[in-house]
């Protein structure tokens, strides 16, 4: 009886348990779907400069436009930057969607950290409707000097089976 | 316990009379180790066909680019039917049917511990895989992902038969735990007065590892399919990011289960060999101790290997660095025990019966798998290898020369035990040359295709593949029909009605105390125990 209980529940924190690994440890290029905090004295390296790159994907056949508005840019350690990506809904219907990212390599994905990102929260979108939405992110200085470049992906996920019932997050989203 | 067994004394009964049930009943009923043992290997028989007919139709669809015979649809569902069923539906129930003759008589036990569960934990099987098997001939696909069922392709996309896959898995699973807890049960306790530890043979102490093995990730496996039939049907997100799970998760479930699952399947087989070695050498085995710790060492490193299976899902340089340094660690243990196997050899008088020649088939051969999977573990050359045609023949040369060998050079080692007729040795080696010949054919130029690129799971390829495409399917077919030979000589064995010719020892080196039963042994056996010297 105690095993079925210990497997139920082992099985049930799963997820959980996994994320905080992958966050932890960088695995799977997770950096986490929820807010860093940014200290605003955190020293800026100048002496590096790293070239984030942008890129996305739609899930399935999600009919969505989205694309970022700068395909990539250059950054220094514990500098903080704000990047737009644009999506249009082309379903034909209302629709939530979510956004999951992923970092490669894997090793500069725990350094790469995202004060506010479109990707925290399920996004809902109107029929037909566009909007510029935003990602503020610095990388820690920690990061190894062998890091370069560093790419960060978006997919986008049909999330209309999952919706959660929390308030919509539009907080630095253009509305087209 | 004791009382009962004083009271049948008195009573003038002997279990001598307790002869089997006639007719079907005694299968459907019985509880006996050695009719259980013999249901488990002709079930594991009668599946080693079936899904050998389904290699077959995936070879054939390989001889030529283009559509030979299956559709792309088709294709799919042969590969997985042919993996699932050789793993769980053949390699691990004869594995079952070995310890389940064998253990008892090894150890001088009358029988397993738990009887009625053993004939539960058999017959979970014909109907799991009926369950499986039906799903062929239902509308709609059957399941089509590939033996590895990696989410999504078994959640979002699975066809409606992945619920019959999960609830047959789930079966599948209670069967090995239940017969897991037996085999452990058994070996802690039946031992005869003087069979210690260190005594037993070796079939006995790996299949003593692999039950604990068993017991460990059946339930992860279960785990992991009651999951997708969540994300399925009860609106969960484990494997989905949609809703915050994570594919990749799927991969790490599964792979915990998986490589623990090639040692269940091949360390049984350890045993088998290193009994049959000594026995055509004529020595006893060198390095038992060595060979027992060995066993273990495997077993517990197998538990911390599983992310080489995933190197390319996106793991940080550290994780990939010690996942590919733990692998490597595991050619210790593996290389003490192919080194015993030959100093076994060295200086010893050897003979070269059908057993023995399986047994050095597979000792060359499960080499030149261990070295591929060398090359496999590797990061660097993993990420040109992986997914390709040299995985499909690493994998083959470590389950078909190595596991289901072992499984044959058991079954003609035992067989005139178990029957008390001696086999045709003519007709055994036809057998083994056939069967070395078209495994090579079938499985050496995989490798070669997998170094030019030729990705598995795939039912049509370029053309500068098919000459060696060509040398698999003909070397598979001579494989598949050269096993008709042992169809032949395992039936005519078994239901011969000449006078038994074999003698208790059968084989002039053989040592332990299953040869000191008759030939074939009485319906019940070592009901007083025998004294181990």
């Known amino acids: 009886m105690c095993g079925v209980f210990f497997m139920f529940v082992f099985c049930y ?37 790293i070239k984030v790159t942008f890129t996305t994907t739609l899930h399935g056949a999600l009919k969505f436009k989205f ?100 308030a919509r997050y539009t907080k630095g989203r253009i509305d087209l | 316990m004791s009382n009962a067994i004083a009271h049948e004394h008195e009573t003038g009964h002997h279990d001598d009379h307790h002869g089997p049930e006639p007719g079907i009943k005694r299968w459907l009923f019985t509880t006996n180790h050695k009719d259980i043992g013999t249901l488990y290997l002709f079930f594991s028989l009668i599946m080693f066909f079936v899904s050998g007919v389904m290699a077959l139709m995936i070879r054939a669809e390989l001889f030529e680019p283009g559509k030979v015979l299956l559709d792309p649809e088709h294709f799919n569902q042969m590969t997985t039917m042919h993996g699932l ?27 397993m511990a738990l009887p009625r ?46 619920d019959f896959f999960i609830f047959s898995i789930h079966m599948m699973g209670a069967s090995s735990i239940m017969a897991a807890l037996n085999i452990i049960v058994t070996i802690f306790n039946m031992r005869a007065p003087g069979m210690t530890w260190m005594k037993m ?13 068993l017991l460990a990730v059946m339930p992860v496996l279960a785990g992991c399919v009651t999951m997708m039939l969540m994300d399925r049907h009860f609106h969960t997100s484990f494997f989905n990011a949609a809703g915050g799970g994570d594919p990749i998760l799927f991969q790490h479930v599964f792979w915990f289960f998986g490589h623990p699952e090639v040692y269940i399947l091949i360390l049984p087989g350890f045993g088998v060999i290193s009994d049959i070695l000594p026995t055509f050498a004529r020595k006893p085995l060198f390095g038992y101790r060595f060979m ?24 940080p340089i550290a994780a990939q660095l010690y996942f590919m340094y733990a692998t490597m660690l595991i050619a210790v243990p593996t290389g003490i025990k192919v080194f ?18 399986f047994a050095l088939g597979f000792l060359v051969m499960f080499t030149i798998g261990g070295f591929s999977g060398l090359m496999l573990a590797l990061v660097p050359s993993d990420y040109q290898y992986r997914d390709s045609y040299f995985v499909v023949a690493h994998f083959h040369y470590v389950l078909v020369s190595g596991s289901l060998f072992t499984i044959i050079a058991a079954v003609y080692y035992w067989l005139p035990k178990w029957t008390g007729h001696m086999y045709s040795e003519t007709l055994g080696r036809w057998h083994f040359w056939l069967s070395v010949i078209g495994m090579n054919l079938t499985f050496l130029p995989m490798h070669f295709l997998g170094l030019a690129g030729m990705p598995r799971r795939i039912p049509d390829y370029p053309l500068q593949y098919t000459d060696f495409n060509q040398l698999c399917t003909v070397g598979a077919f001579i494989f598949g029909f050269a096993q008709l030979i042992f169809l032949y000589i395992v039936l005519k064995a078994a239901w011969s009605k000449a006078k038994k010719t074999a003698t208790d020892q059968v084989w002039e080196g053989a040592q332990g105390l299953e040869w000191t039963l008759s030939s074939p042994p009485p319906y019940h056996t070592f009901e007083t125990p025998p004294v181990v010297p």
Not at chain 1, 117 to 136: I, L, R, S
Not at chain 2, 201 to 213: G, H
Not at chain 2, 293 to 315: D, E, K, P, Q
Request: aromatic fraction near 16%; include cysteine.
């Open chain 2, 292 to 315: 027992v710790y060995a066993t273990a060492l495997i077993a517990i490193l197998g538990f911390i290997v599983w992310m080489h299976h995933m190197f390319t899902t996106g793991a």
């Open chain 1, 67 to 166: 694309i970022p508005l700068q395909r990539h840019l250059e950054i220094h350690p514990g500098e903080r930057k704000l990047v737009y990506f644009f999506s249009e809904n082309q379903t034909g219907r209302e629709l939530t969607v979510q956004a999951v990212p992923s970092i490669t390599p894997s090793d500069a994905a725990r350094f790469l950290k995202k004060t506010e990102c479109f990707c925290f929260t399920q996004q809902y979108f109107f029929k037909g409707e566009k909007a510029d939405m935003p990602v503020y992110f610095f990388i820690d200085p920690g990061v190894s000097r062998d890091i370069k470049e560093v790419t960060l992906s978006y997919t986008l996920f049909d999330a209309s089976g999952f919706v959660k019932g929390q």
């Open chain 1, 13 to 49: 924190m799963m997820v959980p348990l996994f994320n905080i690994m992958c966050k932890q440890f960088g695995l799977n290029g997770k950096s986490g779907a929820s807010a860093s905090v940014f200290d605003p004295h955190m020293q800026v390296d100048y002496s590096r400069t």
């Open chain 2, 117 to 162: 569960l053993n004939n539960w934990s058999f017959w979970l099987l014909p109907f799991a895989f009926t369950l499986l098997i039906s799903t062929m001939f239902t509308g709609g696909p059957a399941p089509d992902f590939g033996w590895t069922f990696y989410a999504p392709l078994s959640t979002i996309y699975g066809p409606n038969s992945t």
């Open chain 2, 201 to 213: 043979p070796l079939f006995v102490w790996s299949w003593l590892v692999t039950a604990f093995l």
């Open chain 2, 85 to 111: 069923i050789m793993v769980f539906g053949v390699i691990m129930p004869a594995m079952a049917g070995l310890a389940n003759w064998l253990i008892p008589m090894m150890i001088g036990a009358p029988d």
């Open chain 2, 340 to 357: 015993n196997w030959v100093a076994t050899l060295f200086k010893g008088s050897i003979t070269f019966e059908t057993p023995m020649l």
